[in-house]
């Protein structure tokens, strides 16, 4: 029997004991799919990021089977990704120079940082943080960043040198260098992008109304990026078109990822450790996000704080292993998925073959030209743009539309961090703007039940002599005045009245200043001879008001439900009388 502390932070001894020679076939079926994408990939994320090729394989190796130890996910594909290669190539660049040894330095302790922070996540199972991440937010930060990303690679497919950190200084930099564009790479880039983006829609269906089997089309059409890397490399090497200035990748060092250490110097450390935590966050919520999605279609569970421990381990070993900080990615994982993945042990086959890859292959990709692998940046990434949030923003609400074109012109005009982080500002301030106003409704009886509803969406019994009023939002410090200056408005606008019953079913929490401002209203009421009741509070609400002594000065009772309420309190007060509606729209 294992111990149920062991087994939780080890999920790898729960899944390992039940392994099948069955999910054993499933596993090296989808680590071999996987890996073919991941080749290239990898390499062209560490292009993004500003750091040699062979890093995006590391990043690929070791992190993937510390995953597959900590992690609960049985599809999620974890490696470098798009957007966290984005905000790394961000970070570091600010600190060290593209290309150099602290350059990758700088890479390595970012890993380590983000690592170290999802881990002290985990630990204390703080994972509802990234909850303050909307979902518009997020999505508007991908899409932004996705633009950032592709535009950034532009410069390899025109063959012409360009930088900066946001979409206005790369298209300025694109134009002041346009002329200076390589025919012969541009041709190469642009026939690599259109293959594949037609890869990715037309092959599929084209294999298979030639006959091949569906799973094999699919495997086939994954493996597109693949065939551009094998042809255009083949095309490079065989005309010497690095020559002609074609920029190729090189020499790639040949073996296992090495041992590396990154820098504990605090003066580095200080400098990114903001930038860690953003890509922590971000890198966090696309997996999880990606994860559960797919662990749904499957009936299995997701243990957030697991997760964090599991890309936290993840990190930390990219960081001791010359790669960068790594994530969950979305297309993989889908791969993974779809390939048949039964459990985190295909992620560690994919390891396996991409160290067999490191050791064997890398001599082979020596004149890979880098349009390629911008090609296959630019179609990766295209897919995540969705600029259709903002209308769907804009339909369903204002608010949310504010975060997400904030978070996309921000992101756009001045970074990624800059962005993520007006994203979450704007997420918390918008959330405590709405909650420091919540809705309040004077409700009465629906004619024939013992339901209460708005009275301006319903006819309604009402009692001149009762007010009732339903707040729809737990109190806190943000709305407690709120709710004293809106009770005291209604109350004055009512000479007859005798009763006042605050309804709380959407309460479910009342802190220190809501209970301050219950007491006020209790005492002033009190002083003008009205009596303050509650009805409909919840458990947990009623054992925090037992525990001080705003019951025992309280004027009036609590009741069980808003009907015990009307019926005892219009006994003794007069008759009721029907509400005029104002609508018939449902509360």
């Not at 950190?165 to 134009?175: K, Q, T």
Request: glycine share 8%; proline share 5%; hydrophobic share 50%.
């Amino acid at each position: 029997m294992i111990p149920r502390p062991v087994a939780r932070y080890l999920p790898i001894l729960k899944w390992g004991v039940e392994y099948t020679r069955e999910a054993l076939t499933n596993d090296l079926v989808a680590a071999a799919i996987v890996t073919i994408m991941l080749i290239p990939q990898s390499l062209a994320y560490a292009l993004l990021a500003g750091l040699p090729p062979e890093a995006g394989i590391y990043a690929s190796i070791v992190p993937i089977i510390l995953y597959a130890v900590f992690g609960t996910s049985s599809s999620l594909a974890v490696g470098p990704v798009a957007v966290v290669s984005l905000m790394t190539a961000a970070a570091i660049g600010d600190v060290a120079q593209s290309g150099t040894a602290g350059y990758a330095t700088a890479a390595l302790t970012l890993a380590m940082l983000s690592g170290g922070f999802l881990l002290l996540l985990g630990v204390f199972r703080l994972g509802f943080l990234a909850n303050f991440l909307s979902h518009p937010v997020i999505a508007g930060f991908i899409t932004a960043s996705g633009l950032i990303i592709a535009a950034s690679q532009l410069k390899h497919i025109l063959g012409i040198p360009a930088e900066g950190h946001n979409l206005f200084e790369l298209l300025r930099s694109l134009a002041l260098h346009i002329t200076e564009l390589n025919p012969i790479t541009l041709i190469i880039g642009a026939a690599a992008t259109a293959f594949l983006f037609w890869v990715r829609k037309g092959l599929k269906p084209l294999l298979i109304a030639a006959g091949l089997n569906r799973r094999l089309a699919d495997v086939a059409a994954k493996a597109g990026p693949v065939l551009a890397v094998a042809v255009t490399t083949l095309i490079v090497g065989g005309l010497r078109l690095d020559a002609q200035g074609v920029d190729i990748v090189g020499t790639v060092p040949q073996g296992l990822p090495p041992f590396t250490m990154p820098d504990f110097s605090s003066d580095l450390l200080l400098k990114l450790i903001g930038p860690a935590i953003l890509i922590s966050i971000i890198g966090f919520v696309e997996s999880i996000s990606v994860a559960q999605t797919l662990a749904a279609k499957k009936r299995q569970r997701i243990d957030p704080d697991q997760e964090l421990i599991g890309l936290g381990a993840a990190n930390v070993g990219a960081a001791f292993t010359g790669g960068y900080p790594v994530t969950g990615g979305f297309a993989r994982s889908v791969v993974n998925f779809d390939a048949g993945a039964e459990t985190p042990a295909a992620g560690a086959f994919t390891a396996v073959g991409l160290a067999i890859a490191a050791m064997a292959l890398t001599p082979l990709i020596y004149y890979l030209p880098t349009a390629t692998l911008a090609a296959t940046i630019i179609v990766a990434v295209l897919s995540l743009v969705d600029l259709g949030i903002l209308k769907r923003a804009w339909d369903y609400s204002k608010a949310d539309f504010a975060a997400v074109s904030a978070t996309i012109l921000v992101t756009l005009g001045f970074g990624v961090e800059l962005g993520v982080t007006t994203g979450v500002a704007l997420s918390v301030l918008i959330h405590l703007f709405k909650t420091s106003r919540p809705h309040m409704a004077v409700v009465g009886r629906v004619p024939g039940t013992e339901h209460y509803r708005n009275v301006l969406r319903h006819n309604v019994i009402t009692d001149p002599h009762i007010l009732t009023v339903r707040v729809d939002e737990s109190l806190y410090f943000a709305n407690a005045r709120y709710l004293e200056d809106r009770l005291y408005d209604m109350v004055a606008q009512r000479d007859d009245l005798r009763h006042v019953i605050l309804m709380c079913p959407a309460v479910n929490e009342i802190d220190m200043s809501a209970l301050e401002s219950l007491e006020a209203i209790n005492e002033r009421l009190a002083a003008l001879g009205v009596q303050f009741h509650l009805s409909e509070v919840k458990g947990p609400v009623m054992d925090r008001l037992e525990s001080t002594h705003f019951l025992e000065h309280l004027t009036g009772e609590v009741f069980l439900s808003q009907h015990q309420a009307m019926r005892e309190l219009s006994e003794h007060g007069a008759e009721a009388r029907p509400a005029e509606a104002l609508s018939n729209q449902h509360a």
